[in-house]
Nanobody, 115 residues
């Protein structure tokens, strides 16, 4: 069993930065592919960024060059550094840990980009 707790969300002006953190409980954190997803009002949840157990990463096109995902296996934590934020980045951001066929989700953290 893995529990995920996100933090770091909040209100930021366009062009600003935030860093989200997701702390995982339980053992064997390093074997999971960790992902950040987001869901805006009235929209489907979408994958934002993902990092595998071998540190391979991928991003949705809309955040490439602005967001960076990273992990610290010693701290059981995955991060999402978000720069040059835009109003369209406003959403609830969720942390995900996956290793087929198991899938865990955090409770989400709100990110609001507005002037």
């Amino acid at each position: 069993q893995v529990q995920l707790v996100e933090s770091g969300g909040g209100l930021v002006q366009p062009g600003g930065s935030l860093r989200l953190s997701c702390a995982a409980s339980g053992s064997r954190f390093s074997i999971y592919t960790m992902g950040w997803y987001r869901q805006a009002p009235g929209k489907q949840r979408e994958l934002v960024a993902r990092i595998t157990s071998s540190d391979s990463t991928n991003y949705v096109d809309s955040v490439k060059g602005r967001f960076t995902i990273s992990r610290d296996n010693a701290k059981n934590t995955v991060y999402l550094q978000m720069n040059s934020l835009k109003p369209e980045d406003t959403a609830v951001y969720y942390c995900n840990a996956a290793r087929w066929p198991i899938d865990y989700w955090g409770q989400g953290t709100q990110v609001t980009v507005s002037s």
